[in-house]
């Protein structure tokens, strides 16, 4: 087994991988061209089968939001930080609660095929405008995220191969965008539905073993796989202690509140988990839905604790630190320890299953609302066909996959975390302010939604880009370069209320109410059509 820097697995695993990953694609491709929509109906393509029961829409639900970041990025995180590490996975699995208790009834309710229909039956008035808002932020936001998927397939890679060529870069990227365009062009809604399930159960099924063995090599004594990760961490009772990462100054606290916030409001808003609230025909799915959806992230971040635990108590801080220092090779060498090469293939498929089911659920959701909004409601003004805008959004995907695939290549050596995080970023201080002023506030009108919508995705941007995350530190993209004056990585404690102060402001400045259409909305929103 090679522990350097050059890569953490062997030449078997590394083939086994190939072999089952290959498997894994031949047979969702196949399945996603059967379960491919067959009638020119853009409904079947933008929300598929609504027959499903609540298990497999919860499995669906838990696949479009656990990403690869979650398997390798947050054990290592909890095998580097220790507590802090921990802490974090709080806020993934209770970011959930607030998809349940704030939006996930009235949206489904009032919802058509995306957020723009349930903006658009809301607002009376700039029903255009507020679309052409709406498809720009969910464009940055799925964009970026789908960047961070690309680029963590490259880092994955790195951790078979070493450091790759520029031609193995390019190559890893567009097979993993090719495939995920024809997942999402040509299966629509029911074969990203497929991939999402087969995805859950396999990474349900491939982080509980691996929990299991954890804590069988630990004769399931809690106290003993702590003791020994402190042990073996350098760090002695620190390492279970606050502090490590996050609380070393005031700076730091703000950081880690301000990317909390960003997760636990951000899930709520990002355009691929909404378009999942709508595909249940009943409420009462969905509820039942988002509840199994719920269960199965908390789980899934309970176990990745435990192998973050695990890996420091078995392989050891040091060891990690120096194959990875962002810890994503922590979960590889743990499998590799525990289980040899078999397991370590295993997860490192899943791993790469994780990646491809998430970029397109993230695809499908930007070539909806591109195809739906823009193209339907913006430029053609309602009067396109079904099929005519079924042509378009099959094109979107296209183009949105080969614009991701691009933007990754450039932007290879980006930290995918942070790209990530600005997605969440814009999601909740951009779509999340419209969407809750739209549900809950009658006075809510077309400018203040414009003004939510614009204003939370530039002040995002641009607090990011005069953050340490771009100048000033070693890590940023331009370490030389210092033009850093907003002191936090993350944006969200400052743009999250400022998109819901921008919303309020051009709705109470503006000369138009639309109480009326709120009365009508509201009562669809509250009783829904069953």
Known sequence: MVTTAAGVVDRFSLQLTFLLFLSVVVVTLFTALLLAPQRDEISEFYLGNREMTPLRNGLAMCGDYISAATLLGSTGLVALTGYDGLLYLCGTAVAWMTVLLLIAEPLHNAGRFTLGDTLALRLSQGQRSVRLALSLCTLAVTTLYLVAQLVGSVALLTQFTGEPSATTRTLCVVVIGTVVIVYAAIGGMPGATFIQIVKAVMLISGIA????????????????????????????????????????????????????????????????????????????????????????????????????????????????????????????????????????????????????????????????????????????????????????????????????????????????????????????????????????????????????????????????????????????????????????????????????????????????????????FQVKALVGAE
């Not at 350098?234 to 509140?257: I, M, N, Q």
């Not at 899930?267 to 009943?282: G, Q, S, Y």
């Not at 790209?419 to 999601?427: C, D, M, S, Y």
């Not at 003004?451 to 340490?468: A, H, M, Q, R, T």
Request: hydrophobic share 55%; with cysteine; aromatic share 8%.
């Open 209 to 520: 073993v691996t929990a299991v063995m954890v804590l069988h090599h630990f004769h399931w004594n809690l106290d003993a796989l702590l003791g020994s990760a402190a042990d073996n961490s350098g760090l002695g009772t620190r390492y279970l202690e606050p502090g490590l990462r996050y609380g070393a100054s005031t700076a730091s606290k703000l950081d880690f509140f301000s990317l909390q916030l960003a997760i636990v409001f951000g899930l709520a808003a990002l355009p691929h988990v909404m378009m999942r609230l709508l595909a249940p025909r009943t409420t009462r799915v969905l509820r039942s839905s988002v509840v199994w959806a719920m269960g199965l992230v908390g789980f899934v971040c309970l176990a990745a604790g435990i192998l973050g635990l695990g890996a420091t108590a078995v392989v050891g801080r040091a060891t990690i630190e120096q194959t990875d220092r962002k810890g994503d090779s922590a979960v590889l060498l743990l499998a590799h320890e525990l289980g040899g090469g078999v397991l370590t293939a295993l997860l490192s498929c899943l791993a790469f299953v994780t990646l491809l089911a998430v970029a397109s659920g993230l695809t499908l959701a930007a070539a909806s609302s591109l195809a739906h909004d823009l193209w339907g409601e913006v430029i053609r003004k309602g009067r396109a066909e079904q099929t005519e805008e079924l042509v378009v959004a099959r094109l979107a995907a296209v183009v949105i996959g080969v614009l991701g695939m691009l933007l990754a290549l450039v932007s290879w050596g980006a930290n995918t975390a942070t790209l990530a995080f600005l997605a969440f970023a814009i999601a909740a201080s951009a779509i999340l302010p419209t969407l809750v002023y739209t549900l809950f506030w009658r006075r809510f009108n077309a400018t203040g939604a414009l003004l939510s919508l614009c204003g939370g995705l530039l002040c995002s941007v641009l607090l990011v880009v005069f953050s340490p995350v771009v100048s000033s530190t070693p890590a940023s993209f331009y370490p030389d370069a210092d033009f850093a004056w907003f002191p936090l990585q993350n944006p969200g404690i400052v743009s999250i209320p400022a998109g819901f102060l921008l919303g309020w402001l051009g709705t109470v400045t503006a000369r138009h109410e639309e109480p009326d259409a709120y009365d009508e």
